[in-house]
Structures are given as structure tokens and as C-alpha cells.
């Protein structure tokens, strides 16, 4: 890193480590700021914010107030996140900056042995974890998401065939493999920058984690169908419910938001998708959806959630998030799901999902939902996939975690009328 870099790097955490807005649109409107920055500025910075939202608990303790500090917590980071040597450090500092951080080199363990602290979590966060797992658990599932993630996509079956698509991205350099369990996905390690590729501007390449790819072969949706996604956002899961419906059938993309909708429409186009019908609604329960009551053949809830599934990629969310927003999140998931319930006919199904690894939002939801309509009941997720030959088996639910399935946390419950 220059002292260029890091200047910039201190300038963007000003606003970052406010923890008001997404971390990535923060780092985005900086770069458009900043057109001048090159690649490898881009990239030193970016890799420098994430590795101190990553590792805030530890820089906490030694950089006390660093949201004020964002200069020192930057060069923290470098230490501890990026492995930056002594002599890195002093070519980037003013003496009394090195005298600051001196610590980190004079000390093999300079930070208390408190969980929170250790994990790399909030204190409110690891009180919730707490009842659920032992701290071996936890400390593993810290590990997991501060390790960086893979690029997941998606073959568009309207398009391509995954083989015919890893075959041809091999021949072309790119370290590429076939997903374990999604049929249609391709991971690659290495992240690369694919919104240029022919590929992907025609369409046959969508951008979406395994986890997710996985909801739409839990839905099932089949040719000829009624299927609502009834929190769509940019409709990355609607953009494969398409796929699997041959673009037979009809498909309604609900959101509260206009922005992500607008996001999806050119989406669509790209990808082929004929059957997707947005619409933007007020709330869950607007007037235009009663008109959809009992009518439904397949309801998709990717409800909103506290996202602590996807902290390899959003790490900023676990300071984003506290007990007051979770508390309102679980009611809204609750208020969702059962409106979203109203739509299914008597042989239809509902597919409720999070991308979070708390029980609160998960198990307890669905759980909250059977015994307010007991006329519903779960159908096995593990023997659902085994339908397409997928060997995943995670009980009754879909729970995937990073550390077991490199994929984002995901959870999944599938419901049926009795």
C-alpha cells in the first residue's frame, strides 16, 4: 500500500465506520468520486476497508474510538488482516502513528481473550449465538466468514447447458468448477471480473450464490404454473424460477422497492425471461395482492432478514444490525409469511427463506407459523433435492453454512397444505 492508497482508504472509512449505509455502495460512490484510481488502488483499498470491518472487534481494543480514528484503524488492519510487516508500516507512518501500533509487533497476543473479541462479533450478536451454540461452534462459524468468498454463477438454462458453459470458460483460462450441489452453478475461487464477458452481457451468466440457486429447486416450479416471489428485490431467484418454467407460465415479482425492480427489468431482458411479471407493492398487504388469493401454485418468501449468512461478503451487517432491528425484522418476517400463506392454493406450496444463521429468524419463524395454521405442514428439504440427485442433507430444513457448504448462510423451509 502507498501513502496515496492509504490516505484514500482513511477518507472512505470516515463515512463507512458510521455503519449508516452499505459498505459497498459507500466504496462505490467513493470510486466514481475518484475515477482516476486505478485497478491496484481500488483494490488495496477496498481489500484495507473490509479487512477493518472484519477485524473491528480487534482494532476496537487497540485503536480505541475508531470510527474517529480512521487512519490508525486502516494501519491496524493492514497488521492484522493483510499481514503487513514493521517495515511497511513505518514507510506509511509519522512517528507518533508507529508509536501507536508499536503494540501489535511488541506483543504475540496484544488483545483481551474475550469471546467477543476472539470471534470477531458483537457482543449483542454473540449473547443471541449463545443460546443456541457452544462457543467451539461459534469460533468456527467466526472463522468461516472471514475467509474470502468464491464467485458463485449461475448457468441461465435458457440459454446454455452449465457443461457446455464450464468447458468453454476453462478453454479460456479461467478456474472454473461445476458446484456440488446446484446443477446450473460454476464457482470460481479467484473472483473474477465477469460483467464484461460476452457471456454474461447475452445473458447466459447470472451472478448468484449456490445457497440461493437452491431455493428455486426447493420451489419447484413447473411449466404452465402460477408463482409468486413475493420479496423479489433484483429478482436474482425469479431470474432462475424462470429458467426452470421454460418461461411457460406466469411468474409475479413482488417488492416494496421500485429501485430493485428497475434493477430486474434489464435483467430480464438480457436473460430472456418472458413469463416475469414486476410489480411494485405498498406492503404485504396491499390491495393488488388479494386479487391473488388461493390462486398461486408456488409462493417463494425470501423474507427480509438480518443477512448475518452473507458476512464473508457484507461484514459491515453485523454493525448494521442490533436487537432492535432484529426484534423488528422478526415481526415483519412473521406479518410476510403469513399474508404470503393466503396465496397458495390447496395443492400448492410456500418456500420460506433467509439468508441468516439465527434461529430466531429461522426455525422459530416457521415454527411460530404451524401452530398458528395448523392446517400446514413441513415437507422434508433433503428429500425434495434427492429428487434432482442432489446429495444434501441437512434434516427437514435447508441450513447451509460457510464452513460446511462454502456457500452464504442459508436457511429454508418448505410448507404444504395438510
Known amino acids: 500500500m502507498t501513502p496515496a492508497q492509504l490516505n484514500h482508504t482513511a477518507a472512505v472509512l470516515t463515512d463507512i465506520l458510521t455503519f449508516k449505509q452499505p459498505a ?19 483494490y488495496e483499498i477496498a481489500e484495507t476497508v473490509f479487512a477493518v470491518l472484519r477485524h473491528y472487534q480487534k482494532i476496537s481494543a487497540i485503536v480505541p474510538k475508531p470510527h474517529t480514528k480512521p487512519r490508525q484503524a486502516a494501519l491496524a ?32 497476543n496484544p488483545f483481551p481473550s474475550t469471546l467477543h473479541i476472539t470471534a470477531e462479533l458483537p457482543e449483542w450478536l454473540i449473547e443471541i449465538l449463545q443460546k443456541h451454540y457452544d462457543e467451539t461452534a461459534i ?10 468468498a468464491p464467485l458463485d454463477i449461475r448457468v441461465n438454462t435458457l440459454k446454455s447447458k452449465r457443461d457446455k458453459v464450464l468447458t468453454q470458460l476453462q478453454k479460456e483460462g479461467f478456474a472454473a468448477q461445476a458446484t456440488p450441489f446446484s446443477p446450473w452453478g460454476i464457482r470460481f475461487q479467484d473472483k473474477p471480473s465477469l460483467n464484461r464477458h460476452p457471456l454474461f452481457l ?32 433484483a429478482g436474482g431467484k425469479t431470474l432462475a424460477i424462470a429458467a426452470m418454467m421454460a418461461n411457460k407460465g406466469r411468474i409475479y415479482a413482488f417488492d416494496i422497492a421500485e429501485k430493485r425492480l428497475a434493477n ?65 425484522l422478526q415481526a415483519q418476517q412473521a406479518a410476510i409469511l403469513a399474508e404470503a400463506s393466503k396465496l397458495v392454493n390447496e395443492k400448492g406450496r410456500l ?17 411460530h407459523f404451524l401452530e398458528s395454521h395448523p392446517d400446514w405442514h413441513i415437507v422434508d428439504c433433503a428429500s425434495l433435492l434427492s429428487n434432482y440427485k442432489i446429495p444434501l442433507d441437512t434434516g427437514v430444513y435447508l441450513r447451509l453454512n460457510t464452513e460446511q ?13 395438510n
Do not use: W
Open 24 to 42: 459497498d455502495s459507500i466504496l462505490a460512490a467513493y470510486f466514481r468520486e475518484h475515477k482516476k484510481l486505478g485497478r491496484q488502488d481500488r
Open 77 to 108: 488492519a493492514l497488521i492484522i488482516g493483510r499481514s503487513a510487516d514493521a517495515d511497511l508500516i513505518r514507510h506509511l507512518t509519522e512517528q507518533e502513528e508507529a508509536e501507536n501500533l508499536k503494540s501489535l509487533f511488541d506483543s504475540t
Open 139 to 148: 469460533l468456527r462459524f467466526s472463522h468461516s466468514i472471514n475467509q474470502p
Open 202 to 233: 447475452d445473458g447466459t451468466l447470472e451472478i448468484q450464490d449456490e445457497g440461493s440457486q437452491l431455493l428455486a429447486l426447493l420451489l419447484g416450479a413447473k411449466r404452465g404454473e402460477i408463482v409468486v416471489d413475493f420479496c423479489a428485490g
Open 264 to 328: 430486474l427489468k434489464p435483467r430480464m431482458a438480457r436473460a430472456g425471461a418472458a413469463n416475469i411479471h414486476p410489480e411494485r407493492i405498498s406492503s404485504e398487504t396491499a390491495p393488488r395482492i388479494a386479487r391473488l388469493y388461493g390462486k398461486a401454485d408456488r409462493v417463494l418468501v425470501d423474507a427480509p432478514c438480518s443477512g448475518l449468512g452473507t458476512l464473508r461478503r457484507n461484514p459491515d451487517l453485523k454493525y448494521r444490525q442490533s436487537p432492535e432491528t432484529l426484534a423488528s
Open 351 to 367: 418456500v420460506y427463506a433467509t439468508c441468516s444463521i439465527l434461529p430466531e429468524e429461522n426455525e422459530m419463524q416457521v415454527q
Open 405 to 417: 457448504h462454502q456457500t452464504d448462510g442459508f436457511f429454508a423451509a418448505v410448507l404444504e397444505r
